[in-house]
Each structure stands twice: as structure tokens, then as C-alpha cells.
């Protein structure tokens, strides 16, 4: 039996531990709203940090070459297609020379490809983390589309090298290049919010989705110019919401060669909205499926 | 609220997916999704009773703060379910858990290790993944590392680790965090006789300094050393709610436990128990 005195002791110390005002959570259907979701993924952002620093270790972590696949990556990917629509398809404007032409466009699509392709598997690839640990689970999407960033860094020196290379002579747009960036990477969790909720239930996702970004390669000016478009369809274009970031970027690198023209107001406005559309129906639509991930997966 | 945990009526359905023994090869999966969209989009919208699987139905209780309280039952009678709903893994059906204080769950075999990262980043990971802040996470990394002893090991990926190293790293992280509440799926079976030494001592200067402890255990012998009351589940359904032999002598316990079913309008049988002064109770945990 205790005494008066241990017992005494013993509630000093539970209430030294506890204050009775700290905040009670709870936890049933309606819990969750997605404002106070995402107050609490941007509270995570030392755990955002680490598991986009984590996808990169464990990228890199069992390759020979390591980062350097990065630069290869790009290279090679620039000489193949450069053979095949650059010399023999000659599908680039004239005057223009075609592997700077070529990566210029492709270093946002791929960014673009890349952040969409890890947010699509970011929750079925941390099975093991969300059936045991409670996390905001928002952090997961967010850190996959911020870990391509990287690899996107490297490839842009590859993109430099290769413009100086050809003696191509960027415009004072390339400042532009960091809201650039952030527009695709916005536009990437946007849609990424989508799959990865959708991914979880219904693995038909991924198939859908690759079809999807071979499709997005070709209905973007990446290959070809923005005005090997009709103008009069370029609106309708740029509802492929990269459309209008990869023109201004090649247009921001490029665009000393007169033939490569910068997309219009209008494009930017049709772009962004439907990025932003994407941006906040995926909040929505993750946080509704989010509720039962742990029980699908 | 006062209380550490409240569960309020808390049931938990399972969609099964339950297969037609026919449908075990590819073909005859093709053709089925190709026959019968429908009926398959059906099924998702609403689950044939056949389905479905009731973990856990009508689930009440409260833990006050400081107390710690064992959780038996055989295995699939829902005890992990509803440390699972508690730690925000997963949300119940209907009914709803509340919950004041900050909480650790460390259930069945590992916080969610990564097998490619190393033991020390998997560690700091773990830690801000429960909620500490990175800074804290490396200071502290020596004492999780002299805890759980893989000093050896700890630049090796996790995936070489043996199970014993993992739990005991994975129990090292989750008791440095020190949070006030403590979930806990028979993780304390696992190690050796010297690693469930220590981590029985400090569960013990876990338990003493106040906080609160909800513990899974298949092993009579923890329960009744630790806890002062037990909830034993059965298929879902509460089945019974009573003081170990230990708790039986701690009137503050009994105190709350009472509080705690007053609060919930129901009669505490334990008082009777209590009165009655009986000697060790036979042993109620088959399982």
C-alpha cells in the first residue's frame, strides 16, 4: 500500500508533466480539415528536409557513378535525340542550333516528369513509415516533388555547358529562371497530389500515368518550337500548363536567335490557372484519401 | 479534459477483399475485371456484409494521466487496432479517441526504418518523424546509440541489421523522445534477456515519472509488473476491465478508475473486487 506521502509525489509529478490546458486532440472521421493539414505539413519542415535529403542518399547510395548520372542522364538523352530529330528529322527551327534548342526545352519537362513521377509513388513507397509512425502526411508528396531539384541544379550546369559550347548567349529572362521553376514544381504537386491519393487506392494509376507523361512529351514544345503551333490554337495549347514554362524558359535561354519567340500574357494566364486549379483541388482530393491510406495500403 | 486517453464508442471496419478462389490466376483476373467492371465498382462503393470485417465494435474507456495500463487479448481481438486508431494511424469508423499529450507509439517491430539508410540516419529520421526537433534528434543520437548498443553497427544500412538490433534501436528512439504518453505493441518480448533488462527498467523510470503507458503484451509476467489495471479485448468487444494484482493496492488508481467509468455513466466492478480485498485474481488472460 502507498503512502499519503509517495502518493502525493506522485501526482506533483504527473501534474508537472501534464498541463491540463495543452490542447487534446481528436481523432474521428471528421478529424483533419485541409487547412489544418497543410499548417501541419509546413510544420514538419525539418522532416520535409530530411526525407527529400533521403530520397537523394538512397538514389545515389548503391550507384558507381553516383551523381554524375545526373550529367550523363541529360547528355545522352540530348545526342540521342538530337540525331534523330535534329539531323535526320530536322524538326527545329532554322538557324538555330538544335542540341541547346533541345535541352533548353527539355530540363523543365524533365523536372516537371520527374517531381510528378515521385509524388505518383510517394505514399506506396513509404508503406513502412506511414503504417507505423503518425506524421503529417502531406510532408510526403511535398518532399518527393523537392528532391528532383537536385538532379535539375546538375542538369542546368549540363544545359550551360552545352549553350556556351554553340556560343549561345542567354537573355537578362534567365533571372526569371527561379519563378520558372517554382511553377513547375508547383504544378507538379498539384497534379502529384492527385495520383499519389489516387496511387494508394488504385494502382491503375501508375500504367495511366505513363501513358499520360509520353503523351505530355509530344503535346510540349520540347522537340519542336512554340510556333510550329497556329497561334490561333496557342491558348488552347497552353492548357497543358507546361507548355507555357518550357517556352519561356528556352525563350529566357535562347532567345537571341530571333526564330524563338516568348508565349504571350494570355498563355501565362491559362497555364497558371490550371496549375493553380490542380494546386488546390489536390490539397482537397489528398486530404480526403489520405483518411484511409493506413488501410489500403 | 483531464484525462490522458478517452475512447468514446470507437468501432473499426475492415474492407476485406475477399477473392473468388477462382480468380487466382492472371487470366482469370483479366477476364473477371473485363466481365465485370461494374460489379467491381460496385463492391467499392458498397461493401457486400461478407466483406467486411468488424475489428473492433463499441470500444469506451479512459486512462488518467501517469496511470499505465496493460491491453491483453488473444491474437486478431482487435488490440492492435485500437493502438493503431490511438496513435492516429488509421481513424475509427464511429466513436472517437481524444487524447492530451504528446504521443509515442512503438508498435510491433521497428518505427518504420528505412533498410537503406544507416542505423544513425534512420535514428534521426525516426526521432523527427515522432516530433523531435532535428538539433535535439543529433545531440541526443549518442544516448539512443549506448541504449540500444549497435555502437558497432550504426553506419551500417539498417537492412543488415538482425531483428533484435531494429527493435532495440527502434525501442532507444522511441524512449529518448520521451513523450507523455506511451503506445506499446509487444515490442518488450523481443531482444535478449539483458536488452529486456534495461528496457524494462526504463520503462519502470518511464512509468514512475509520470507518464502514461498503454502497453500490448501477451506476457502475463510484464503486465502484471508493470500496469496497475487491465482491458482485455475479445473479437472487438470489451470484455473485461479489472486491476492487476499490483494495481489492486494503489488507491489512486483506483481513484481514477472509477473517476474514469463515473464519467462514462458506468458502474466499476473492480470496487466490488476491491472490497472484497480478494487475493491475486486467477488468471484472466488465456491468451
Avoid at chain 1, 494502382?203 to 499520360?212: A, E, G, K, S
Wanted: with cysteine.
Amino acid at each position: 500500500m502507498s503512502s499519503a506521502a509517495e502518493l502525493a509525489e506522485t501526482v506533483a509529478k504527473v501534474s508537472r508533466l501534464v498541463d491540463p490546458n495543452a490542447p487534446v486532440q481528436v481523432i474521428d472521421q471528421r478529424s483533419g480539415s485541409m487547412w489544418s493539414s497543410l499548417m501541419a505539413a509546413l510544420g514538419a519542415w525539418e522532416l520535409l528536409y530530411l526525407l527529400a535529403t533521403r530520397d537523394l542518399t538512397i538514389r545515389y547510395r548503391q550507384t558507381v557513378v553516383g551523381i554524375g548520372w545526373a550529367v550523363l542522364n541529360p547528355l545522352l538523352m540530348m545526342l540521342v535525340l538530337s540525331v534523330f530529330f535534329g539531323v535526320l528529322g530536322r524538326i527545329g527551327p532554322a538557324g538555330v542550333p538544335y542540341p541547346p534548342f533541345l535541352l533548353s526545352g527539355m530540363v523543365m519537362w524533365r523536372l516537371f516528369e520527374s517531381a510528378l513521377g515521385r509524388s505518383n509513388d510517394s505514399l506506396i513507397s513509404n508503406v513502412a513509415l506511414i503504417d507505423k509512425v503518425s506524421f503529417p502526411r502531406l510532408v510526403l508528396p511535398v518532399a518527393s516533388v523537392l528532391s528532383p531539384l537536385v538532379d535539375f541544379a546538375i542538369s542546368l550546369v549540363v544545359v550551360a555547358g552545352v549553350m556556351m559550347f554553340y556560343g549561345v548567349v542567354p537573355l537578362t529572362e534567365a533571372l526569371m529562371l527561379p519563378v520558372y521553376i517554382l511553377v513547375t514544381v508547383l504544378s507538379a504537386l498539384g497534379f502529384g497530389l492527385w495520383l499519389a491519393g489516387l496511387n494508394a487506392h488504385y494502382r491503375d494509376i501508375t500504367h495511366i500515368l505513363q501513358v499520360v507523361l509520353r503523351l505530355g512529351f509530344y503535346a510540349s514544345p520540347i522537340l519542336y518550337s512554340l510556333d510550329l503551333v497556329p497561334s490561333e490554337y496557342h491558348l488552347l495549347y497552353a492548357m497543358n500548363p507546361m507548355v507555357t514554362v518550357i517556352s519561356a524558359t528556352r525563350h529566357a535561354l535562347c532567345g537571341s536567335y530571333e526564330a524563338i519567340v516568348a508565349p504571350t500574357m494570355g498563355m501565362w494566364v491559362v497555364s497558371l490557372s490550371v496549375s493553380l486549379t490542380a494546386l488546390i483541388s489536390g490539397l482537397f482530393v489528398f486530404n480526403r484519401l489520405e483518411k484511409r491510406i493506413a488501410d489500403v495500403l | 479534459m483531464t484525462s490522458a486517453i478517452v475512447v468514446e464508442g470507437v468501432s473499426k471496419r475492415y474492407r476485406l477483399d475477399r477473392r473468388s478462389p477462382h480468380d487466382t490466376t492472371l487470366s482469370a483476373a483479366v477476364v473477371g475485371s473485363v466481365r465485370a467492371p461494374l460489379k467491381r465498382l460496385r463492391n467499392l462503393m458498397v461493401p457486400r456484409e461478407d466483406q467486411v470485417h468488424w475489428a473492433l465494435r463499441d470500444i469506451s474507456f479512459r486512462i488518467e494521466h501517469g496511470e499505465c495500463v496493460g491491453l491483453i487479448g488473444r491474437n486478431g481481438s482487435g488490440k492492435s487496432t485500437l493502438l493503431r486508431i490511438i496513435s492516429n494511424l488509421t481513424l475509427p469508423t464511429t466513436g472517437r479517441v481524444m487524447i492530451q499529450g504528446r504521443v509515442g507509439s512503438l508498435l510491433a517491430l521497428g518505427v518504420g526504418f528505412n533498410g537503406e539508410l544507416t542505423g544513425r540516419e534512420n535514428a534521426v529520421m525516426s526521432a523527427v518523424t515522432l516530433g523531435m526537433p532535428r538539433r535535439e534528434a543529433r545531440s541526443r543520437l549518442e544516448e539512443m546509440i549506448e541504449f540500444a548498443g549497435v555502437r558497432d553497427y550504426i553506419d551500417v544500412p539498417v537492412k543488415r541489421y538482425s531483428t533484435g538490433m531494429r527493435v532495440r534501436l527502434g525501442f532507444s528512439v522511441m524512449s529518448t523522445i520521451e513523450p507523455e504518453i506511451l503506445l506499446i505493441d509487444e515490442v518488450l518480448g523481443v531482444g535478449d534477456d539483458e536488452f529486456r533488462q534495461r528496457s524494462q527498467d526504463r520503462m519502470n523510470e518511464l512509468i514512475s515519472s509520470g507518464r502514461t503507458v498503454l502497453l500490448v503484451s501477451h506476457i502475463r509476467r510484464d503486465i502484471n509488473m508493470l500496469c496497475s489495471r487491465t482491458i482485455q479485448i475479445e473479437q472487438g468487444c470489451m470484455h473485461q476491465h479489472r486491476p492487476t494484482p499490483n494495481g489492486l493496492h494503489i488507491p489512486e488508481t483506483m481513484a481514477r478508475v472509477v473517476a474514469g467509468n463515473e464519467a462514462l455513466g458506468k458502474d466499476t466492478p473492480e470496487l466490488e473486487l476491491l472490497k472484497k480485498k480478494e487475493e491475486p485474481e486467477p488468471s484472466d488472460a488465456s491468451a
